[in-house]
């Protein structure tokens, strides 16, 4: 009877210790706040969150201690820090709601993905600070442009959701076979571009209009369109690509044959699997033609007979 009795006394002691210990763990986390720190996933095709509890209240001071974890390298190397030890903050000031970040001329080497996973990760962490609203990246004092030289701009959390509402982590990637010119600009070279991370919000059509504006990666390659060209709108049916640019697309900045831009464009579409015919409009208008000898009433199939032999590598 003894035991019994002991024994039932070393459980209710046992289990009064667990619960002591759980409301020592419990308030310990209520005398902190729980952020979302933001950080660029090993493959740096998104981001992903981590909890962080701070007790700090002072914005200024939880400001610093964010991007302190921004910059710290995780243990478990689980993701990437956004803020790599190349990349630093250098100052930054807080008015009316907008935190702007100034950062040293390292930012500048980012580009692509990984650089709109960069603010999108820092971004959407401070956003959670009580009295920041937006936030504005200066390099160096400047404003902070892209790669054609627009400014980037004032960005919020939901700066990075797509309209139909998926997050900047729909990200993938792809293999696309792109035609260039040759450096007389009179021949099409074959481009592999391997690996090629987009969102997966916009369509691979789209996409391969996007690269060959942008111009070739590699050497051996030159570009076939203006890259001032804004593409309007890309769309397929019934296996034709239609294909809607602004009017830049008409000047050639390039040595290149007319018919080598039309079929850099062909070629490349049709590489796709639904896409077998392309026709180029210029703002919605088909009635008009290419450097006066490639009529865009025209809906073009894939031409090889313009290939140089070999690959661009």
Known sequence: MRRTKFGFLCLVLIITLCLCCACTARNARQDGIAYRIYYVSN???????????????????????MLGQLAAVPEKMEYETPLAAEISVI?????????????????????????????????????????????AFTVEGEQLTDKTGTAVGIMAADTFIENAGNEINAYEKVNLRLYFANEKGDRLVEENRRNVVYNSNISLEKLVVEKLVEGPAVTGAYPTINPATKIISVTVQDGTCYVNLNNDFLSQPYNVLSDVTIYSITNSLVELPN???????IDGETNLSYRENMSLNTVYERNLDLLESGTAQ
């Open 43 to 65: 493959d740096e095709t998104k981001i992903v969150e981590r909890e962080y509890v701070s007790e700090t209240t002072d914005t200024e001071a939880l400001l610093l201690e």
């Open 91 to 135: 100052g930054h000031t807080l008015d009316s709601g907008l935190l702007t970040l100034d950062f040293d001329k390292n930012y500048k080497s980012l580009y692509g993905i990984r650089e709109i996973l960069l603010r999108a990760s820092v971004v959407r962490t401070v956003t959670q600070l009580p009295g920041v609203e937006r936030v």
């Open 275 to 281: 896409v077998n015919r392309v026709q180029i409009s």
